[in-house]
């Protein structure tokens, strides 16, 4: 049986994706189960998190199962990546054993891994969830990379939820100001649900040196094609704004000025007018507006937008919650076949043994 991992949306079909909405769905209407009833989740964080590491334990213990939270290099030993190297700086352990390891162990594995912000055509090759993926004997979750698919979900559900049939439905992903150069992870992730909904993607961003890399612009352009739907950039907030259905507001940094953030900074600074208003708002088709937080309000949208009903930002970190209670569900079903497949019967600490 092939295993099966959550780590790009784009490796999963449209009628799978809706199928997961679907489920999501239904686990909002009815949050308890027993799908990972017996079952554990390793979630492995290497940088902070708020609303990941809250939705995916509460998930896990919603569905009957037990999560397992990691920070290598802090309470786990640090981990090498790279393959053939010596080995004699922090890390302490290979992930060649840690995945293999932990497969051992646990039924799913999630990691969130950002990029490093020095050498985009290296961060692009996310080689840490692929490492992951590779060693691991279980499925792997991606947790957020380089792209953020549980927070496609969540996206995707509030806006179903908000607009019913997206299809054909003006959709603006605009960059924001941020003191800050952030991961382009949401961005290429919003970029690719919505052009896979078949909605008409407008990317708004200030220069041409904040359009998103080719490879998710590309997925973008055949998943448009494919749904029946369309994907533009623009630099005209006006242009962008105006008969919008729904506004997404992200920032990030330039990635031609990767690594040379300096040289960037004063690009970014002079576009701070990009904040999300009620003005911009007013240009819309009475749109949604959502933003996958943290947010810093006032910065990249202002308290009239966070605070107004058409701000949709809570139920899709709502959402987080069922959606990855959907994926992890989904993906551990094919464990519990292979072990049954194969005789193996994981046993729970608690389980008497006795004749």
């Known amino acids: ?54 939705s995916f334990e509460l998930g896990a213990f919603q569905l009957g199962g037990h999560a397992v939270v990691l920070s290598p290099g802090k309470d786990a030993w640090p981990i090498e990546f790279e393959a053939g190297v010596v080995m004699e700086g922090d890390a302490e352990e290979h992930v060649a054993e840690v995945a293999r390891v932990l497969s051992r162990y646990v039924d799913l594995i999630c990691v969130r891994a950002f990029p490093k912000f020095k050498d985009w055509s290296v961060d692009r090759e996310d080689r840490v969830i692929k490492a992951f993926a590779s060693f691991a004997t279980v499925p792997v979750v991606n947790m957020e990379t380089i792209t953020h698919p549980c927070q496609e979900l969540a996206h995707a559900l509030a806006l179903k939820e908000h607009l019913g049939d997206l299809r054909g439905r003006k959709y603006v992903l605009t960059w924001t100001y941020h003191p800050k150069p952030l991961n382009t992870a949401v961005a290429n992730s919003a970029l690719l649900i919505a052009t896979r909904m078949g909605m008409d993607v407008t990317l708004l961003c200030p220069t041409p040196d904040y359009v998103l890399d080719e490879r998710y612009m590309a997925f973008g352009a055949a998943n448009a094609r494919e749904n029946g739907g369309s994907l533009r950039v623009t630099h005209d907030i006006e242009d962008a704004y105006r008969g919008a259905d729904a506004v997404y507001a992200k920032s990030w940094g330039a990635l031609p000025y990767f690594g040379r953030w300096e040289a960037e900074k004063p690009i970014r600074d002079a576009h701070q007018h990009f904040i999300v208003d009620e003005a911009k708002m007013a240009l819309t088709n009475r749109a949604v507006f959502s933003h996958c937080l943290p947010l810093r309000r006032n910065v990249k949208a202002t308290d009239a937008v966070m605070d107004a009903p058409y701000c949709i930002a809570i139920d899709e ?31 729970s600490p608690t389980e008497d043994l006795s004749p």
């Not at 999501?24 to 964080?45: E, H, N, T, Y």
């Not at 551990?332 to 497949?341: F, L, N």
């Open 317 to 347: 970190a709502e959402n987080r919650l069922h959606v990855q209670k959907a994926v992890m569900a989904r993906l551990a079903a094919p464990v519990a076949m292979r072990e049954q497949e194969s005789g193996i019967r994981r046993v």
């Open 1 to 54: 049986m092939t295993l099966r991992h959550f780590i790009t949306t784009q490796d999963w079909s449209r009628a799978e994706i809706d199928a997961l909405l679907e489920d999501a769905a239904a686990f909002k209407r009815s949050p308890i189960g027993d799908q990972l009833a017996g079952k554990s989740v390793a979630l492995l964080f290497f940088n902070p998190s708020m609303r990941t590491r809250t």
